[in-house]
């Protein structure tokens, strides 16, 4: 699976920003999708994700109410839609795939960071205060 992620920038607190990733490969469908972040001096951290289905979605709970992460299997890409940014929202995003290994995926198997094999480049995202 190659992923490839964009739509990263430079806004303002409080500013929307959306990020695509769009994926290729024979079996990018079956594959559960995620968004992690990582700022400077921090480690990675999950932000969100959604189960092949759609039917799971997983938030971070400091990003709940204000993120939504979407996909479109028409188009094999998946979309997270960032609203009222904050400065501490700041970080390279990373969109990455987690092969499916069951039919019903919990949010539970979601949230977990090591089933996560696949990797696009990052994507800057930048607010300002």
């Known amino acids: 699976v190659q992923l490839q992620a964009s739509g990263g920038g430079l806004v303002q607190t409080g500013d929307s920003l959306t990020l695509s990733c769009a994926a290729s490969g024979r079996t990018a469908l079956s594959h559960d999708m995620g968004w992690f972040r990582q700022a400077p001096g921090k480690e990675r951290e999950l932000v969100g994700a959604c189960s092949w289905s759609g039917s799971s979605i997983y938030y971070l709970d400091s990003v709940k109410g204000r993120f939504i992460i979407s996909r479109d299997k028409a188009k094999n890409t998946v979309y997270l839609q960032m609203n009222s940014l904050k400065p501490e929202d700041t970080a390279v995003y990373y969109c990455?795939?987690?092969?499916?290994?069951?039919?019903?995926?919990?949010?539970?198997?979601?949230?977990?960071?090591?089933?996560?094999?696949?990797w696009g480049q990052g994507t800057q995202v930048t607010v300002s205060s």
């Open positions: 990455a795939a987690a092969p499916r290994r069951t039919v019903f995926v919990t949010i539970s198997d979601l949230s977990k960071p090591w089933r996560y094999e696949y």
